[in-house]
C-alpha cells in the first residue's frame, strides 16, 4: 500500500522549473540562445554576456522561484486550515495590507534607517491580517463571510495605500511606488534576493513543519484535536509562515496576485486532496506559474514592459471566478 | 476493580450558560454504555468534555489516571471519537481517510512524500478497520463519491483504526438506513466483546435498549436516570422527559428480553 505520493509529481515540477529558468536566462532586451546563457551562467562567455545572465536575468529567476514559493505553499496551507478552496494570500488581502506597509515605509521615509525596514514593517502588516482573517475563521464564519473579510480588508489596505499616494509630495515617487505596487520581478539585484531569501526559506520551513496536521485538519478541528493536533500550534504554524514568505515577498516584488489560489488547486487532485502532500508540489507549481508568466509577458511584444502582477491578475481573476461560480452552491 | 472511565463532577459552562451540570458516572471495561436524552439535553456536550475538546470543570480519569494532566499524543492513542460532524473539506480517499486514525503513532518529524500509515502496524489496524466496517472494496474511492451510508462506515473505520480503548461515537448512525444502523450497533457491540470500551450516543431508544448495557439520561444538561436499561427508558421517563408517549413492547432475543419502545404520541400533560 505505500505510494510515493507527492514525490514524482514534485520531481516533474522540479524540472519544469528548472527548464523555464533557463528559458527565462534567455530572453530579454538582448536574447541569447542556450549555449550563451550557459556560458554566461558559467563565466566563459563574453563580459557582457556574463553581465546580462548574472547580474540582470539571474536575480529576476531567483525571485520567481522565492515569490512562486512563497504564494504557492502559503496558498496551499491557508487552504488546508481554514478548509476553504478560496483562500489565498492575495484575495484575502494580505498581500495587500503587506503592500500598504511597505507604502507606508516609504512614504514616511522609514525605509532609509536599515534595509530590513521595509520587508520587516511588510511582514507584520501581513501578520496582522493573517491574525485577523483566522480570528473571523474561528468563529465559524461561513466561507462566504470569510472571503468578503478578505474583499474588505484588501480594500482598505488599497484605500490607505491611495491615501498615502494622494498626499505623497513627490509626483516621482507616486510613479515608482505605483509601478511597484503592481508587481514586478524585473531589475532586482542580488541585494534584493539576499533581503527576501531567509524569510521565505524560514517561512517554508514553518509551512512544511505543519504538513502532517494539515492532513488531519481534514476531518474537522475537533475529530483532528482528538487525534493529538495541536490546534493553536498549527494556526500559528501557518499564520507565521504565510506572514513571514508572502509579507517578505511583497515588499521586494509588490502584490502578485492569484498564484496562491491557481497552483494549489490545479496540482490537489494529483496528491489525492491530502493538504499535507500538497504544500511542496504547490511551491514548486508556484515557481513554475511566476517563471512562465514572467517569460511570457518579456514575449509579448508591447511598447512598455507588462507587470507580472498585471498579467498573473489578467489569468487568476477569471479563473477564481470559474471556481466561485463552481462552488457558490456550497459558499451560501 | 477501577471502572474504564470515572467521571467525577463533569459541568461544561459556556458564555455563563450551563450545558451540562454535575454528571458522575462509572463506565467499566467492555462496556457499551449509551447516551441518550432530547435534542439540546447535553450528550454532544458531554461526549466532547470527556475527550477534553471543551473547557469542563470536574475530573475525567481513565483507568484511574486524569485524562487532563495525560500528554495529548497518548490520549489519542488510548480515546478514539467520532464526531457529528460528517462533512469532509477534500474529496480523500477512503483509505487515506482511514490512515488519518494512525496519526497519534506517526513519528514526529514530516516523513516527506510518506503516508501516515507506514509501519506494520499501521497498515494491520487500517486494513482490519476497512475490513470490519466493510469499505474494503471502497478503499481506493474518493469520499465524495461514496453514499451516506458508505461515507457513515468509512468514518467509523477511521475511528477504529486508532485502536483506541475507548471509543466515543456521537451519533454513527444517524442518517443510516435500519440495515446500516443494525450492522454499526453490532460492530460496536462486537468491539466491546473484544475488550473496548465504547460509548454511544443515540437517539434511537430501541437501538439503545437492545445493544447498550447502560444507559444515561440528560435532559437539559441534567442526568435524569442512569443504570439499567429498562429502568432509565420508563415510560415516565419517557413521557417527562422526552414529552411523548411510547409503546413499549418486548422480544426475546437470545434468552435475554430486549424492550422495543415506539415512539407514539406527543404527551401532551408531559
Known sequence: MPRAGALPLSLVLLLLMLALSLLSLRFGAAPLTIDEVVAGLFGSGPENHQLIVQQIRLPRVALAWLVGMALGMSGAALQGLLRNPLAEPGLLGISSSAGLGAVLTLYFGLSAINDWTLPAVAMLFALIATLFLYGLARAGSSNLTLILAGVAVSALASALTSLALNLAPNPYDVQDIVLWLLGSISDRSFADVRLVLPFVVGGLALLLTAAPALEVIALGEAEATSLGVNLPRLRILVIVGTALSVGACVAVTGAIGFVGLVVPHMLRRFVQYRSGQLLLPSALGGAVLVLAADITLRLIDTPKELQLGVVTALVGAPFFLALVLRSRRDML | MTPCLQLHDLSVQIRGQTLLAGVDLAIGRGELFGLIGPNGAGKSTLVKALMQLLPASGEVLLEGASLAAMNARERARRLAYL?????????????????????????????????????????????????????????????????????????????????????????????????????????????????????????????????????????????????????VLSSDNLRSVYGVRALIGEQIEGGETRRYIVPWAVAHDA
Not at chain 2, 83 to 89: G, H, P
Not at chain 2, 90 to 95: G, K, L
Not at chain 2, 129 to 149: F, K, M, N, P, Y
Request: net charge neutral.
Open chain 2, 83 to 231: 464526531s457529528q460532524d460528517d462533512r469532509l473539506q477534500w474529496p480523500i480517499r477512503v483509505r487515506d481517510l482511514v490512515a488519518l486514525g494512525r496519526h497519534p503513532y506517526r513519528g514526529s518529524w514530516w516523513r516527506g512524500g510518506q503516508a501516515p500509515g507506514a509501519s506494520a502496524a499501521d497498515h494491520a489496524a487500517i486494513e482490519q478497520a476497512l475490513h470490519a466496517t466493510d469499505v474494503w472494496a471502497l478503499r481506493e474511492r474518493r469520499s465524495d463519491t461514496l453514499s451516506g451510508g458508505e461515507r457513515a462506515r468509512a468514518r467509523l473505520a477511521r475511528v477504529l483504526a486508532v485502536e483506541a480503548e475507548v471509543l466515543l461515537a456521537d451519533e454513527p448512525v444517524a442518517a443510516l438506513d435500519p440495515m446500516h444502523q443494525l450492522r454499526v450497533m453490532e460492530l460496536l457491540r462486537a468491539r466491546c466483546r473484544s475488550g473496548q470500551t465504547v460509548v454511544v450516543v443515540l437517539h434511537d431508544l430501541t437501538l439503545a435498549s437492545r445493544f447498550c448495557d447502560r444507559l444515561l439520561l440528560l435532559d437539559q444538561g441534567r442526568p435524569v436516570a442512569s443504570g439499567a436499561v429498562d429502568s
